[in-house]
């Protein structure tokens, strides 16, 4: 079965900073990968996802994250954050189709003013 | 175009009660899949309704039942209410089947069970 591994429960970062948020997926196959982000109060919504091709993928908000098969990751990142970025992040794979997605267990993102 | 709405937002049970959810899929998808947020054990898939039937189904006890009707809307049912079923529970829709993994989520039904 797959699984997917957040290291960082919880982040801090200054606004401004650079972000990098890390997921490591576990799977045989090539896996379909997801971020999504939660804002308090809030559903999920899909930043990017990778499905096949480049490994370098763009997403939503100025997100972009790397897939790299050798190290089973797929890291997500941003050059600049801003206040409104403070949120909980997840990564989540999905391959089979017989379980749904499966999500890590979230990092949650502080920004430092 | 409206999103995905979920019924009601905020419900408080007891135990051995029954509940039932409801969801409105964004106009136009036809799939409608169930996730259950808790703060140990994360999100887990519940299961997945393409076309009113049942695609998936994941690991959760027979309390736990879904259904979807005619116009893509969908309702899960939990009966018997344990403490543990204390959870925020979200759905999701998606044009295609839900394992293509492009889902949109609803805010949620938050369920306290006493």
């Known amino acids: 079965a797959q699984s997917v591994t957040q290291p960082d429960i919880h982040i801090t970062v200054s606004e401004g900073a650079s972000l990098e948020l890390r997921c490591n997926y576990s799977?045989?196959?090539?896996?379909?990968l997801f971020w999504y982000v939660q804002s308090p109060g809030q559903g999920l919504q899909l930043l990017l996802k990778y499905f096949s091709g480049d490994t370098l993928v763009q997403g939503i908000k100025g997100f972009e994250a790397e897939f790299k098969r050798s190290q089973s990751s797929f890291n997500l990142r941003k050059p600049s954050v801003h206040w409104s970025d403070a949120a909980e992040y997840f990564c989540?794979?999905?391959?089979?189709?017989?379980?749904?997605?499966?999500f890590g267990k979230g990092t949650h993102l502080i920004i430092q003013p | 175009k409206a999103g995905v709405t979920q019924t009601p937002r905020y419900l408080i049970k007891t135990r051995g009660q029954q509940v039932t959810l409801s969801c409105s899929p964004i106009s136009g998808h036809r799939s409608v899949s169930w996730y259950q947020q808790t703060p140990g054990q994360g999100l887990q898939f519940l299961f997945e309704?393409?076309?009113?039937?049942?695609?998936n189904k994941g690991n959760f006890p027979g309390r736990f039942s879904g259904r979807q009707f005619s116009n893509s809307r969908s309702e899960m049912n939990v009966s018997t209410l344990e403490l543990g079923d204390s959870a925020l529970y979200l759905c999701?829709?998606?044009f295609g089947q839900g394992d293509t993994g492009e889902l949109f989520f609803g805010e949620g039904s938050r369920l306290t069970v006493l």
């Open positions: 999701a829709s998606s």
């Open positions: 799977y045989g196959a090539t896996p379909y």
């Open positions: 309704y393409f076309s009113e039937t049942q695609r």
């Open positions: 989540a794979v999905v391959g089979g189709g017989a379980d749904g997605l499966t």
